[in-house]
């Protein structure tokens, strides 16, 4: 081989002995950063256990106006659906029927009047005759006995005139109670008769308060029963003692995602229905603003428990693996752990209560777990994370957090 080729040959080789010693020379690749995801201990609170129905408004009063006297409809004093106060003028009878009858009635009474001063005078005069002789006995006792007639026809005239005035006050049909008052079912001009079978002019409901009725089933009444103390004891005797408890409960109008509404409980019905098992039950609620309307659907949410203290995460902070359910908690050092949990109630402010599974480990307690809430499908279990402090809103319940729950029976 010539000089010139073992040149190449040496220089070859050591361009690539510096290219290998060149590559082992780069550090290896950094590990990935460990992620971030926000963590926060399980919020305690106190939660009550509840039944939920569905119900409906309906009026604490109702009235049927109908005409107490024949006449004629004058005038209509409201518009359709208007709020009346009682003794309001809604229907004006033509008056004059009614005056010419109390006019002819006062006549009547000015007629035996006049007979009467007639029939006092004869009686006196007679009595004078009777004792001159000139009139008989029989003859005094008679003007005696039409004067004390024509007395009981002048009363009897008076008490017509009192009943036509009676009739003229009937002519202005007013409201009984204070509501909304419904559409006139009949205009103007229309003849109207007196009596319960004849036509209906308007219904009137009362709009403060209103009532909620729903049905309560057997097992959640006996439950609630024995709840309130009232165990042992008879349908009856309970019944007294719950309306007296006047327990409060809550509702949510058709549309509605928070129970924001609350009443008072009261029991209506007597006897459970055979049929249905239930019991029908109505409670009272104020609606001075006038904005539930009677017949609106509602949902009611019964409390049949006492209170008991629960710890709560985010509903999204809870995974699904097949039939189970768990949560993602950072230990001391910041690894990435599982805990699985049984589900309890979730309440409006999207809080799920959580019951622990045992884990295990003694000191693991559930109150100080790290629960994580947020970057879940980026956390991997047995491997750390960076954790971060919620906001401080978000870390704490809302100030009317007993308020607002609106718990659901605890799921298997």
């Known amino acids: 081989m010539s000089a010139s080729a073992r ?8 361009f690539v002995a510096i290219l290998v010693l060149g590559c082992g020379s780069e550090p290896p690749p950094a590990a990935p950063a460990a992620p971030k995801a926000t963590v926060q201990a399980p919020l305690a609170r106190e939660l009550t256990d509840f039944a939920e129905y569905n119900g409906w408004i309906d ?3 109702t009235v049927e106006v109908r005409a107490r006297v024949r006449g ?28 010419s009858d109390i006019d002819r009635a006062q006549e009547q009474v000015k007629i035996y009047k006049a007979q009467q001063v007639a029939a006092v005078k004869e009686e006196a005069r007679l ?23 024509l007395d009981a026809q002048i009363a009897g005239a008076e008490e017509e005139v009192r009943r036509r005035e009676l009739e003229l006050s009937y002519s202005k049909i007013t409201a009984d109670i204070a509501g909304r008052v419904s559409r ?3 205009s103007e001009g229309n003849l109207v008769n007196a ?18 009725y729903f049905n309560v089933d057997e097992r959640i009444l006996l439950q609630f029963g024995k709840n309130m103390g009232a165990e042992g004891k008879n349908l009856t005797q309970m019944m007294a003692q719950l309306k007296d408890a006047e327990s ?68 999204t902070a809870i995974l699904a693996d097949q039939d189970k359910r768990y949560v993602l908690v950072a230990d001391a050092k910041n690894v990435v752990r599982r805990r699985n949990v049984a589900l309890g109630m979730l309440t409006d ?64």
């Open 349 to 412: 402010d999207g809080m799920r209560r959580i019951i622990p599974e045992a884990s295990g480990e003694a000191a693991d307690s559930p109150a100080n777990w790290r629960v994580l809430v947020d970057n879940l499908q980026r956390a991997r279990l047995n491997y750390p994370i960076e954790p971060q402090q919620p906001a401080s809103a978000a870390s704490q319940p809302p100030a009317d957090a007993s308020a607002k729950a609106s718990p659901s029976p605890p799921s298997s």
């Open 184 to 186: 006139a079912m009949l």
């Open 195 to 212: 009596g319960g079978s004849d036509p209906l002019l308007t219904t009137i409901v009362s709009v403060d308060p209103v009532r909620v």
């Open 127 to 149: 009595r004078e005759l009777l004792g001159k002789g000139g009139a008989s006995l029989a003859q005094v006792e008679k003007a005696e006995a039409d004067a004390l007639s």
């Open 72 to 99: 004629h409809i004058h005038k209509i004093h409201f518009a359709n659906g208007q709020i009346v106060s009682a003794g309001d003028v809604l229907f004006e009878l033509d008056p004059r029927p009614f005056q």
């Open 7 to 14: 040149f190449l040959g040496s220089g070859a080789f050591g």
């Open 248 to 315: 409060p409960f809550s509702f949510a109008l058709d549309g509605e995602t928070e129970f924001t509404h609350h009443g008072l409980l009261r029991f209506s019905d007597n006897r459970i229905d055979p049929a249905t098992g239930t019991l029908q039950v109505y409670g009272a609620v104020e609606n001075k603003d006038g904005k539930l309307l009677v017949g609106s659907r509602v949902r009611v949410r019964l409390p049949v428990g006492k209170p008991y203290p629960a710890l709560l995460v985010p509903e």
């Open 59 to 61: 009026a604490d009063k």
